[in-house]
Every structure is written in C-alpha cells, then in structure tokens.
C-alpha cells in the first residue's frame, strides 16, 4: 500500500466533468458569504499542510505521521468525500505524501527543495520540481486538485495562484505558515478566470475539536 501511495507517476489530464457541485461536505465549512462564489467556480485547488508527523523535532525526508496525523489523514478523506480528486500533488517527504493519500489517486511527487533529489525512502530519487506541478495544475481542466506541502511550501502554491497578499491574508508571515498551525484548507478556487483564496481553519485538525 506504501509502494502504491509513493508512486510517482504523470497523470493524464480528465476533462472537467458536466456535473453539478459534487462537494457540499466542504463548502459547508466555508463562511457563509463566500458557498456561492465557491460553488460557481470551475476548478479548485486545496493545499495543505501535512498532517502531524511523529515528533516536532523529526524534520527528515523519512519522517512519518504520528497516530494523529494518521487520523488527520482519515478526516481530511471523509471531507472530500468518495469521489477521488482529478490530481494529487507533494513533496517527496514520507508525511507530505501520506498526507496527499487522502485525494483517493496516487500521488505525484516533486522536490521538497529545487535541486534536492531526496525522496521517502532509501535510494529513491525524485527529479520533478515544484514548478512542475504549478504548471501543469494552471493549464489542466482537472476539476479538484490537491496539494500536501510544507509550513513554507503551502504558501508557494497560495502565491503563485492567489498572489502574495492573499498569501498573507490566509496566515503566511514572511512566506510560511505558523509552527502551530495544522489542519487548515487552503480553498484555491477559479472564478472568470480569476483565482481566490478561502481558508477552511481547522478543518481536518482533530486536536481542534
């Protein structure tokens, strides 16, 4: 089951499908304000931080989830619903990745740092840089694109689509994410062509509850 999350693989672009909204589980954790805006739009793009890794001081590629990361992961599943996503994105780190799991597809792999080719497991190598996946989300019809990152990496994704000011309104200080914060949802969502940022605070962080 690992093998099949590690995976690295190149998935061919889906069409965006001709149906209604299909993630109602979500946007009712939205504010009110912004459901109609997010159930209107025609892609989306959640990023988030991997959920709590085993120890705060275990910084490693290899690093896994703790037992509440694991659940973590379970609760950012259910939220998304049966319907896997059209792509899953992460860093190469073993939590990143196990993090991504939850979007019901294999995950694709890229470089937790440009020019580090460490990945998850002994010996493995990873070539794919972050831009990459940047690319490919902004010229896919995919419908629903998720994104495990780093404290710091979340925050490249909210700026390279919403811009850094909306960066910074959605919790960046100085281009990372604070130390305590886990378990947010950062919506990335189109609009006329136009991407937005809504942030789902809390959302799959069980120690929140």
């Keep these: 089951m690992l093998l099949t999350v590690l995976a690295e693989i190149l998935l061919v672009a889906q069409p965006v499908p001709d149906a209604p909204y299909d993630r109602p589980q979500l946007s009712a954790l939205a504010p009110v304000e912004v459901r109609a805006a997010l159930e209107a739009a025609d892609?989306?793009?959640?990023?988030?931080?991997?959920?709590?890794?085993?120890?705060?001081?275990?910084?490693?590629?290899?690093c896994p989830l703790s037992p509440e990361g694991e659940a973590m992961v379970a609760r950012l599943a259910d939220l998304l619903g049966e319907a896997p996503v059209g792509r899953a994105y992460a860093s190469a780190a073993c939590r990143t990745r196990l993090t991504a799991a939850a979007g019901g597809v294999e995950v694709v792999a890229h470089q937790a740092v440009d020019g580090y080719t460490a990945g998850c497991t002994p010996g493995e190598t990873v070539s794919r840089q972050r831009s990459a996946a940047f690319a490919e989300t902004q010229g896919s019809p995919v419908r629903w694109t998720l994104a495990a990152e780093h404290s710091n990496t979340t925050c490249l994704w909210l700026s390279a689509f919403a811009g850094p000011d909306a960066a910074r309104d959605g919790g960046c200080i100085e281009g990372r994410l604070p130390d305590t914060a886990y378990g947010d949802i950062f919506w990335l969502y189109r609009i006329d062509g136009d991407w937005r940022l809504t942030v789902l605070e809390d959302a799959f962080d069980l120690a929140a509850e």
């Design 43 to 62: 892609r989306h793009v959640l990023v988030v931080r991997h959920a709590r890794k085993i120890s705060p001081d275990c910084n490693g590629m290899e």
